[in-house]
């Protein structure tokens, strides 16, 4: 159930083709993702160490981003006092000159933002994963379209073991020292609100799987879904 207007794109060109990326509808962000520090960014093409195009395992190119100041320099995510007001960005959000905006998590704002990775091939992969979201829609957990328009996020209230994140098969959760873009091209109606059995649901999933998840550093990367 998609309610976003259809967004305005910007078009990435790589070496192996290019990459549509939706732009934000920054008045749709809840008030609770616009208290969080915040960050513009832009899309570019994630090259390896001989300038050749990083691709993922799907075959389609890595798109990397880094937060950014209004002056278009990169900010660190261990330096909060770098960041801007959700207010400051949006004033200074240019599509000629950004991509988008995002928010610093930090394990003091009690909110885990959460990752899922083309949910067309997630789908197919994890069927269970339908009904944890079929849940999560009739609960009016706060849920968006990644800048991709082929992932999914959503913004809870909630905490991870040790604050770090947790990432496996296109799965990805956060609470710390970690950046997230934000587009506010809502999948269905929802808030921010208190959801510690939709992290507990999906980390009960991703280890069922037999494989253990991969238990990330505090900063880590986020790459465009």
């Known amino acids: 159930m998609m309610i976003n207007n259809t967004p ?25 993702i616009r208290q969080q520090p915040t960050a513009l960014w832009r899309a570019e093409p994630e090259l390896d160490n001989g300038g050749n195009q990083k691709l993922k395992p799907n075959g389609k190119p890595r798109i990397s981003k880094a937060p950014r100041n209004a002056s278009g320099y990169n900010i660190s995510k261990l330096k909060p006092e770098q960041w801007s007001t ?16 995002g928010i610093l998590l930090q394990a003091s704002s009690g909110i885990v933002g959460i990752d899922l990775d083309d949910v067309t091939e ?63 091209l809502q999948t269905w109606p929802g808030d921010v609100i208190d959801a510690q059995w939709l992290v507990d649901a999906l980390l009960t999933m ?20």
Do not use: H, W
């Not at 060109?13 to 809840?30: A, F, M, R, S, Y």
């Not at 959000?93 to 905006?101: C, E, I, L």
């Not at 040790?162 to 587009?183: A, C, M």
């Open 8 to 32: 305005e794109k910007q078009i990435i060109k790589t070496q192996v083709g290019d990459v549509e990326i939706l732009l934000p509808q920054l008045t749709n962000i809840p008030v609770a």
């Open 206 to 225: 991703i280890c069922a799987s037999g494989t253990a998840p991969n238990s990330l550093p505090a900063v880590s990367p986020s790459a465009i879904p």
């Open 122 to 184: 997630l789908f197919q992969k994890r069927p269970e994963l339908k009904s944890i979201l079929k849940d999560a829609i009739s609960k009016k957990v706060y849920c968006e379209t990644s800048p991709s328009g082929k992932g999914l996020r959503m913004f809870v209230c909630g905490s991870l073991s040790d604050n770090k994140g947790k990432r496996q098969g296109g799965i990805e959760l956060y609470s710390d020292k970690s950046f997230l873009t934000v587009t506010g």
């Open 86 to 101: 959700f207010g400051d960005c949006s004033k200074a959000f240019k599509p000629s000159q950004f991509s988008g905006t």
